[in-house]
């Protein structure tokens, strides 16, 4: 084993700008007096990387050498946020960054700031992501992140002067992009098409085309660990640059087009979320990262082996499949084993299910993968064949389980016209996990139930987790300096338990007041961040509510709306007396995916009654409503620090986990929920007392579902849903126009298939208790600052601690 070498450092601030200087004249190209702050940023980025690589290549020779199987972490996507100030965290450099940086005539914050924020994911699920590969590094597990490096990531968002979602594409290539390290010697092969032959009695297929995987590898700098681990995100390039016979025929379109075709695959991010997708080209970047990703592991595992003894694979890297998009790696392993490496069938399988496990994160039946057995069939024809065989083995196995026929037939892999990615996984692999512990269960009794009473030593669950590096030290650093002189000591960064020593200081009025003191700076911070970034003037005098997550109508965005069309309607009317009113600004940040009607319809209705409510005098200095644009980390970061009430107010039972609440949760935000995903787990630990818990249970909202819905019911009963929906409908956010939100309105009075309606009046009450708490300060902060104490669980530390013990059975590096 290589000695652990600390990163190049330490250095000091003087060394430290003759290392940016340095980058800038030889990398950029410019003097320090001609560079501008993006000059001065990317010369930064390279100069810490150079501080990381020593690190890294140890690291990287651990990881082989040594034997502590490392981590595969397999996903199609990374939602990284900018990369400078958590590189310069954890190679110890923040100061001196901050001199350097100042000695050359700049300030920290414009360097920071110049960075392009890469969008290489939808949502939670590609931040999670994130948040993982930061853990492993942290606790010096050897891992590598898989992915594709999008050359477009998530659509910006801007909203037109209806107040609809515009989406244009994010150009985030445009600039030099310093951290990620384009390696063209460790290039894959990929291939699609064509058929499979019979040679010598044996399956060979002969595909019709093939695209070359390059990776471009980011540093993964672990805080404290001394450890660098690789993040290998792969584009794909052509190897038929240019067909020149084409064009010397001058016809130009035709002689780029291999190029075009196979550049495309890692052309652009699917904006789609939680949401029903089934695209060839998705498929195909599917196969292309996942294929490239186990033949790299492959390679680094067995360095210079021809006839390498893979059946000790699984020993040196175990991969999980974040989520149902890379699970053709199950039938792609079987694939290499055989037709590449010889190995028989009962062998191969060993292997492949010792290789994988897989994550599931929803609930929502249509956002499991299912492939049409004929796309598959075209574009990998050797899967299918393994696929079928696969599905036959598994029949077999639950037939000599005792498993009756229907339900085998309802468990089918593949069933003649599609093929089940969850199905495959959950059979495929050793472990199956949820999210959050009441999603986790709902996976056994619900979503996969047929496989939990065939399987029941597969499934367990992780609870997920944030990063306190990114979403509490960086992100808050007011908050950081009250805990550590509260607990005396920053270790809480890499041991978030250690909160709970706060939790008498909730008691100390002194320490209280010192928490709201922060909370009022980041509210005060973020009003210029407001301005800056979106031309708005915030009053930092109102109670900062908040409801920052993707479009979806299960997140129920509309329960909100609607309740603040109320209250508006309240005020205005009279009906609250200007005493009893509690200024408050409500901010929403969500995209919606572009083909996603109703929820395109949900953010025009959002930004139309902001245009109303902050254009009417009546409610001036009591009611503001605003909707971000681009909701991305960036805004988050800043955000969710200056938070007080956070909204988490999905339908019971859709929200698989959800990570926003932990993030609000850890800044001293307090939660408006439901009992679903990990709220659940938060109100545990954070008291029910410190938690505004409303609305149905997963129990009565099956209840409800079994019952009869009907959403119309609910709309008469409560006259203050009645005057909501009805201003909605009558015009009032459209100018007069009574067609303008007639989908949305008729959906909730006739479908409303989340239930929004029978929530509404439970969550139009609890606001009295809110207010009435937020009007004692000293309490409130008091329950503020216990969300922050004992939400220490909620580290992805631990998340990786629980995974490590239950799945992957490994640990960090000697
Ligand atoms: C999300 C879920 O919607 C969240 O509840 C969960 O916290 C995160 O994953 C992380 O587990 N999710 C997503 O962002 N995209 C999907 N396609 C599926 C789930």
Known sequence: MTEITAPKSPVT????????????????????EQATAADVYVAAAKAVRNHLADAWFTTQADTVNGNTKAVGYLSAEFLMGKQLENALLNAGLTEQFDEAVKSLGFQPKDIVDAEYEPGLGNGGLGRL???????????????????IQYKYGIFKQKFDEDGKQVETPDYWLNNEEPWGHIDYNRDQKVSFGGEVVEEDGKKVWKPAWSVRAVPVDYLVPGYKSQRVNTLRLWT????????LLAFNKSEYMDAVKPQVKAENISKILYPEDSTKVGKELRLEQQYFFVSASLHDAIRVFYPGQDKPDLTTFPNKITFQLNDTHPVIGIPELMRILIDEYGYDWDTAWGVTQKTFNYTCHTLLPEALEVWPASLIGELLPRHL????????????????????EATAKDMAIYTGDSVRMAYLATYGGSHVNGVAELHSQLLKDVTLKNFSDAYPDKFTNVTNGVTPRRFVKLANPGLSDLITEGLGTDKWVSDLEMLEGLVPLAQDDEFVKKFAAVKAANKHAFVGFAKDHYGLDIDENTMFNTMVKRLHEYKRQSLKILAVISKYAAIKNGTVSADDILPRTVFFGAKAAPGYYL???????????????????????KLAVH???????????????????DEQISQAGKEASGTGNMKFALNGALTVGTLDGANVEIRERVGAENFFLFGMTVEEVDKLYADGYNPAKYYEADPRLKQAIDLVAGGTFSNGDRNAYAPLVSDWL???????????????????EIEKLYRDPL??????????????????????????ERIWHTGPLA
């Open 13 to 32: 601030s003087a060394e430290f700008a003759d290392e940016i200087r340095e980058q800038l004249k030889y990398s950029q190209g410019v003097t320090a």
């Open 129 to 147: 992501a994130a948040c993982f590969i930061d853990s492993l590094a942290s606790l010096g597990v050897p891992a590598f992140g898989y992915g």
């Open 385 to 404: 064949e393994i696929i079928e065989k696969i599905n036959e083995q598994f029949e077999a196995e639950l037939k000599a389980k005792g498993v009756d």
């Open 599 to 621: 929820a395109k319809m949900t953010i025009q209705l959002i930004n139309n009654v902001s245009k109303v409510v902050n254009n009417d005098p009546d409610v001036k200095g």
């Open 779 to 804: 309490e409130w902060n008091r329950k503020a600052v216990l969300n922050v104490a004992n939400s220490g669980f909620f580290s992805s530390d631990r998340s990786i601690e629980d995974y490590l």
């Open 236 to 243: 794909a390039k052509s190897y038929d640059e240019f067909d």
């Open 627 to 645: 909707m971000l644009p681009n909701y991305n980390i960036e805004m988050a970061q800043n955000l969710i620090p200056a938070t007080e009430l």
């Open 750 to 768: 006739t479908k409303d298939w989340f239930m929004t309606l029978a929530d509404f009046s439970a969550y139009a009450d609890i606001q009295a």
